[in-house]
């Protein structure tokens, strides 16, 4: 009688448990690991502000949390983020990255649950204002990929007319197509708590299956060729092999890295949990 009667109390604190939320916001910087520009970990502002239009935006991460608290020290996280990503050799120190001099930006979006785990009980409505924190868990991800039409034709004068001796003139364009993948977030923290509201600062790291969120590794599917009839074969075959090779110039024995580094503000709602013995 006495066990039921403490399985019953359990559930009754579980319950009380489900009505600890949390809402709020992340704000904070992003970076990708990868071939091109600095290749710090922890680097929220890959590119010098007063040099980012060189690249043509600013890094940055925002995006929105919801927290469910199972007890003092646990809770699940589900997050919505977005993150602007740039990158720039002239940024980083290796001198051969800054003569070749490469530049890139692209958008991430991820969705993600994470489990939380406190070293301290800041959970519980008399406990802790403040305790370091870990988590992990799994997310899913999308960036930009870049497609590539390139078309060789017959150079030509202003009127139209092939110039003699006849020679190739190449263009190509781009284009984003999204792309879809999982990865397995994790990191560390810092929480402090102010009455109804938890302030965090953290970092978290995102290991990936690409080698192109920086655009380093085009696969040769990636491009579609277009040639006008008449060309030579054999230097259209040249001429495409150099414009593959132009556009891999990363490590492929290393995949790409992101990182959200920022502060997270939480308004926490819902009765106080229970707390059984």
């Known amino acids: 009688m006495k066990n039921i009667f403490l399985l019953t109390l359990g559930l009754i604190c579980s319950l009380s448990f489900a009505q600890r939320h949390e809402i709020g916001v992340f ?10 520009g600095k290749a710090n970990f922890i680097n929220p502002a890959p590119v010098p502000y007063f040099t980012a239009e060189r ?25 919505a983020l977005f993150g602007r990503v740039i990158g720039a050799d002239y940024a980083a120190p290796e001198q051969y990255k800054r003569r070749r001099d490469y530049t890139y930006k692209n958008k991430i979006w ?15 409505f008399d406990g802790s204002r ?15 990929k870049l497609l590539y039409d390139v078309n060789h034709t017959f150079t030509r004068d ?11 003139h190449t263009e190509i364009e781009t284009r984003a197509e999204k792309q879809t993948k999982f990865t397995v977030p994790f990191g560390a923290g810092y929480k402090y708590k102010y009455r109804n509201f938890v302030i965090a600062a ?4 995102r ?6 969120l920086d655009f380093s590794f085009s696969d040769e599917k990636d491009f579609t060729f277009n040639v006008e009839p008449g060309l030579d074969p054999e230097q259209i075959e040249i001429l495409n092999n150099n414009i593959i090779k132009s556009r891999q110039v990363g490590n492929t024995s290393n995949y790409d890295w992101y990182v959200f580094t920022g502060l997270t503000l939480t308004y926490t709602f819902g009765r106080p949990p229970c707390y059984c013995n």
């Not at 704000?27 to 091109?36: K, L, Q, R, Y």
């Open 27 to 36: 704000i904070g910087g992003t970076n990708v690991i990868g071939d091109i």
């Open 55 to 79: 690249v043509g935006r600013v890094a940055y991460g925002l995006g929105g949390i919801y927290r469910f608290n199972v007890n003092p020290y646990m809770g699940l996280r589900f997050n």
């Open 110 to 124: 991820e969705a993600s649950i994470v489990f939380e785990y406190n070293f301290l009980n800041i959970n519980d």
């Open 130 to 144: 403040h305790s370091p924190f870990i988590f992990a868990g799994v997310a899913a991800f999308m960036y930009d």
């Open 158 to 168: 202003v009127n139209g007319v092939i110039i003699d001796p006849p020679s190739i």
């Open 202 to 205: 953290e970092v978290g790291f």
């Open 207 to 212: 290991y990936t299956k690409t080698d192109n």
